[in-house]
Structure formats: structure tokens, C-alpha cells
T-cell receptor, first 113, second 114 residues
Framework: AQSVSQHNHHVILSEAASLELGCNYS??????LFWYVQYPGQHLQLLLK??????LVKGIKGFEAEFIKSKFSFNLRKPSVQWSDTAEYFC???????????FGAGTQVVVTP | DAGVTQSPTHLIKTRGQQVTLRCSPK?????VSWYQQALGQGPQFIFQ???????QRGNFPDRFSGHQFPNYSSELNVNALLLGDSALYLC?????????????FGPGTRLTVT
């Protein structure tokens, strides 16, 4: 069965620190990859997505992610976090043409001032 | 431009009862997907509606059913509620149900089964 694994459930870091969240998936075929974010009290919203081409994709708010096909990974990074980056982050994979998303369990990120 | 809206916001039901949740997609979107998000977990795909038909379904029992109306709004029905159905139910809309298009999520309906 396909699965999406996020390595950390909770991450606490200080402002200006760098952030990297791991995501691995188990599927041997073509995948579309996504990172979603849920800020406190807000809807899930798309941070960035990868369909094809340059494996390094840039999203909103200074986030980027790198697709490494050989490692089945799609890790999210931000060089310098802000307090406003406190949120829950979800990695998601789509393996069909209709956009059904399979999500990881999420990582709660807390940025302290 | 209204985004995805869901109603009600919160709902408390008793085990064995039935519940209906509603979703209005973002303007211009014709595809609605439903997800269940249990506490501490990521959203799990329930099913997707396109052109008023269920196009694909996740690993959920037949107690979970849905409907899409001509105006693209959608309902999720759950019969014979179990305690384990307590969760946040998310609706997402997109255009054409293609993975090429972003899915926009609503705020969710928090269902508590007692």
C-alpha cells in the first residue's frame, strides 16, 4: 500500500533558525508532490507543489522543497523561520490524474521568538 | 470571491445517528473531494465527486455516502455513526478534478460522536 511518512511530529525552534521537514513516500510510479500548511485557526493551504521539471521548487513565504526521486523524498526547507511560521505542515502525494491526495501525519512546528 | 465553505462548523451526534455535512466549492470549481482528519493525523481521502457522480473512493465503508448537486455543491452523509467517526471533515474543491490544479480546502466541520 502507498504511504507518506513525515519524520517529525513536533519541531520547536527559535526565530532565524533554519527548518527542514522530511517527507518520504512509497510509490514506484509517477507522483505529484505537495506541501500544505495549516496556520492556527486557518484552512489548509498550499505551500508548494512538484509535478515535473526542476526538482527544486519554490513556494510561498520563502519555502522551498527538493524532490529526490532515488530517495522517494520531498523535503521542505526554509533558511530562516519567523514566529509567523508556527503551523502544522503536511506532505501529500497524488498518484493519479484526478488529484486524490494522500497525506502524511503532519509536523507541528513551533517557532519561539 | 468566496472560497470553499462548509456547514455546520461543529456538530455533536449520538452513536447510531445519521449526519449530513455540506460543502460549497470555490467559485468556478466543479470537483469536490471529502477528507476525514482524525485528531493527530493527516487528512484521509473519503471520495471525490465530479459531474454529480462519485468518481473515486477511498477506504471508507458504505456508511459514508455523498452527493453532488448541479450547482457543484456537495453533501457528505454518514449513517450509523460510530465513536470512531469523530473527526474534522474537510471539503476540497478543484477544477476538473485534475491533479494539475490546486485543491482549495474549506475550514472543515468538527463532528463529535458521543
Amino acid at each position: 500500500a502507498q504511504s507518506v511518512s513525515q519524520h517529525n511530529h513536533h519541531v520547536i525552534l527559535s526565530e532565524a533558525a533554519s527548518l527542514e521537514l522530511g517527507c518520504n513516500y512509497s510509490y514506484g510510479g509517477t507522483v505529484n508532490l505537495f506541501w500544505y500548511v495549516q496556520y492556527p485557526g486557518q484552512h489548509l493551504q498550499l505551500l508548494l507543489k512538484y509535478f515535473s521539471g526542476d526538482p527544486l521548487v519554490k513556494g510561498i513565504k520563502g519555502f522551498e522543497a527538493e524532490f529526490i526521486k532515488s530517495k522517494f523524498s520531498f523535503n521542505l526547507r526554509k533558511p530562516s523561520v519567523q514566529w509567523s511560521d508556527t503551523a502544522e505542515y503536511f506532505c501529500a502525494v497524488s498518484t493519479d490524474s484526478w488529484g486524490k491526495l494522500q497525506f502524511g501525519a503532519g509536523t507541528q512546528v513551533v517557532v519561539t521568538p | 470571491d468566496a472560497g470553499v465553505t462548509q456547514s455546520p462548523t461543529h456538530l455533536i451526534k449520538t452513536r447510531g445517528q445519521q449526519v449530513t455535512l455540506r460543502c460549497s466549492p470555490k467559485s468556478g470549481h466543479d470537483t469536490v473531494s471529502w477528507y476525514q482528519q482524525a485528531l493527530g493525523q493527516g487528512p484521509q481521502f473519503i471520495f471525490q465527486y465530479y459531474e454529480e457522480e462519485e468518481r473515486q473512493r477511498g477506504n471508507f465503508p458504505d456508511r459514508f455516502s455523498g452527493h453532488q448537486f448541479p450547482n457543484y455543491s456537495s453533501e457528505l452523509n454518514v449513517n450509523a455513526l460510530l465513536l470512531g467517526d469523530s473527526a474534522l471533515y474537510l471539503c476540497a474543491s478543484s477544477l476538473g478534478g485534475s491533479s494539475s490544479y490546486e485543491q482549495y480546502f474549506g475550514p472543515g466541520t468538527r463532528l463529535t460522536v458521543t
